[in-house]
Each structure stands twice: as structure tokens, then as C-alpha cells.
């Protein structure tokens, strides 16, 4: 398993794929809005 990744912004996430393209797994978890730290929408 790779080493988690935290995006916060859905800039940061596309970037990540266009510069990963031969990723074969993506697990997406979201945060709650209360740990008030940024994330994707």
C-alpha cells in the first residue's frame, strides 16, 4: 500500500492524476465539515 495522500483542493486532486497515470487504485475518503481542515469538495 502507498503512502496516503491528502488533497486540499480539487486542483491539487486532478493535478495528482494527470501526473500519475498509471495509478490503478484510488480510495477517496471525505472529512466532516467540523475537523475544519480543507479537503475536496
Known amino acids: ?3 496516503a495522500v491528502f488533497f486540499t483542493n480539487q ?3 486532478e493535478a495528482w492524476f494527470k501526473n500519475n497515470p498509471n495509478a490503478t487504485d484510488v480510495s477517496v475518503g471525505y472529512l466532516r465539515k467540523s475537523t475544519e481542515r480543507d479537503s475536496i469538495p
Open 11 to 13: 486542483d491539487t486532486f
Open 1 to 3: 500500500m502507498e503512502k
